[in-house]
Structures are given as structure tokens and as C-alpha cells.
């Protein structure tokens, strides 16, 4: 099931290195390059936990930009949304939450929650609003960003056909070879899912057979 990037970037917020200064973060960890820049990891790593992998795996801003710019060009925007890639002319990115006519308004990793810090080493995930003049390129990896949603119904149905496929626990299979002898349930299927009526008459035949 498909996730809201920019949610979960929103949900980052505060999230700093530790130790200090280290560059080191799950980010970096979760990319196999912890103790590195991580600002294009924190990126990658809100569109995977979105559920929307980048189409190019990499931990710089250039070569993202660069890789865009060959293979989907079309995805370099010049009027931007929320969920945009932010790529700076300073080496830096973050992920759009919103933009103004001479402003955005980004969500993004290693830099500083203010102007007196490193703007792009700065060792935190921080909301920063900055001039457009900055922006080198918008690039819009994804259209549609609507969560998926499932009804009870599918939500019943998908996890009906997960348990079928499950095996019998070794340590029951013995009483339900029992119970079918009994006349209790048939068998079949035995790992799916029952309505409360189903398992209460099941009781009802077990207290009959006694």
C-alpha cells in the first residue's frame, strides 16, 4: 500500500544526527552510507518508506538531477507542487511542501533549523523556507500521490487469502484430525477466517458429540 512522502517527511521533522555533527542517521543507515551527507538519503528514504521507490537509487542531488535530466526528462517541472524534489544550486534537496512566487517552503535533511547554521550540513531534518532564486530544478517523480484505500471487504478478502495459504500449526494438527472425525468441521480450509456464528455452532456440535 502506497504512502504520502511528504507525510512522511513531516513526520521527520526535528529528527537530528546523533552523535552531533557525525553525519550519522537512519537515513544513512538504512542507505549503507551512515556518516555521509545525507540530504538526497533522507529523500530516498521518504519515497521508499512511502512506498514509491525512486527510479534511480543515489545519494547525490546532481546525479539525481543528471539522471533526470537523460532518462525522464518530462519529470523536470517548472511549476511546482507539494512532493516535488527540491534540488538547489548549493548542492542540496528537500522535498516540496509548498511554493509561493518568490519563495518555497521545504521539508529537508542535514541542514539547519535557521540561517546561521550549514544550510546543507547542518545535521538535522528541518522545515526551511527559502528564495526561488536557489532552486536549480523541481523534478516530479509521481503524479498521484492518493493514498490507496481498501474497503472492509478487500481488506477481508486479501487477508482470507493470505491465511489459506498458511500451513496448519504441527501442534494442532492431531485435534483437528479429531474434530473432523467428530463431525465438527470439515476440514477444510482450516487456516481461513470465521464469522462468530460459524464458531459458535461448531461449539454447539462439540457439546452435542459429548
Not at 534537496?93 to 540561517?115: F, P, W
Not at 487469502?161 to 485435534?175: D, F, G, H, T
Not at 465438527?184 to 462439540?206: F, S, W
Request: aromatic share 10%; glycine share 8%.
Amino acid at each position: 500500500m502506497s504512502r504520502d512522502p511528504l507525510k512522511v517527511a513531516l513526520g521527520e521533522l526535528g529528527n537530528t544526527e546523533s552523535p552531533p555533527g557525525s553525519n550519522r542517521t537512519k537515513y544513512g543507515a538504512w542507505y549503507g552510507m551512515d556518516g555521509n551527507s545525507w540530504c538526497m538519503m533522507f529523500v530516498q528514504w521518504c519515497f521508499a518508506m512511502a512506498g514509491r521507490q525512486l527510479p534511480h537509487r543515489t545519494a547525490s542531488c546532481s546525479d539525481l538531477l543528471s539522471w533526470y535530466r537523460k532518462y525522464a526528462p518530462e519529470c523536470i517541472v517548472t511549476a511546482p507542487k507539494p512532493r516535488d524534489i527540491v534540488i538547489y544550486n548549493f548542492g542540496h534537496t528537500g522535498i516540496l511542501e509548498s511554493a509561493a512566487a518568490d519563495t518555497v517552503t521545504v521539508l529537508e535533511g542535514n541542514t539547519s533549523a535557521g540561517a546561521a547554521g550549514s544550510q546543507d550540513n547542518g545535521g538535522g531534518v528541518f522545515r526551511r523556507t527559502r528564495s526561488r532564486t536557489l532552486v536549480q530544478a523541481f523534478i516530479r517523480p509521481f503524479d498521484n500521490y492518493e493514498e490507496d484505500i481498501m474497503t472492509g471487504e478487500e481488506i477481508y478478502k486479501e487477508l482470507s487469502n493470505y491465511l489459506k495459504k498458511q500451513p496448519v500449526p504441527s501442534w494442532a494438527k492431531a485435534e483437528l484430525e479429531e474434530a473432523v472425525k467428530m463431525g465438527i468441521t470439515d476440514g477444510k480450509e482450516p487456516m481461513t477466517m470465521i464469522p462468530r456464528y460459524q464458531a459458535a455452532i461448531m461449539a454447539k456440535r462439540a457439546r452435542e458429540v459429548k
